[in-house]
């Protein structure tokens, strides 16, 4: 089963910048669809942003669209997720998993998440 790791949250300002890591210990994630997903209080955990294993296709929540950048770096075994123009309605904890991009499909067991707080 493969086990990812995010990290890179932290507090910001509305109109600020993170920029999240995902990777993996034991496994490569080159062959994978990788996709991020978000739960805020007291909402149901939804996806974001999802990167294809296939052909590299790239697919975003309406929400986010133009504010946030999936990609990988092969080299370092990790997907990014480039998020610009933060507004507060993106505080969540984000997580990634491997997963079904045409469906926001996640699958595997969830990690512990990072934590990204929008907040003047």
């Known amino acids: 089963q493969v086990q990812l790791v995010e990290s890179g949250g932290g507090l910001v300002q509305p109109g600020g910048s993170l920029r999240l890591s995902c990777t993996a210990s034991e496994f490569r994630l080159d062959y994978l669809p990788i996709g991020w997903f978000r739960q805020a209080p007291g909402k149901e955990r939804a996806g974001v942003s999802c990167i294809s294993s296939s052909d590299g296709s790239t697919y975003y929540a309406d929400s986010v669209k133009g504010r946030f950048t999936i990609s990988r770096d092969n080299a370092k075994n990790t997907v990014y997720l480039q998020m610009n123009s933060l507004k507060p309605e993106d505080t969540a904890v984000y997580y990634c998993?491997?997963?079904?991009?045409?469906?926001?499909?996640?699958?595997?067991?969830w990690g512990q998440g990072t934590q990204v707080t929008v907040s003047s």
């Open positions: 998993a491997t997963a079904r991009c045409s469906s926001w499909t996640p699958f595997g067991s």
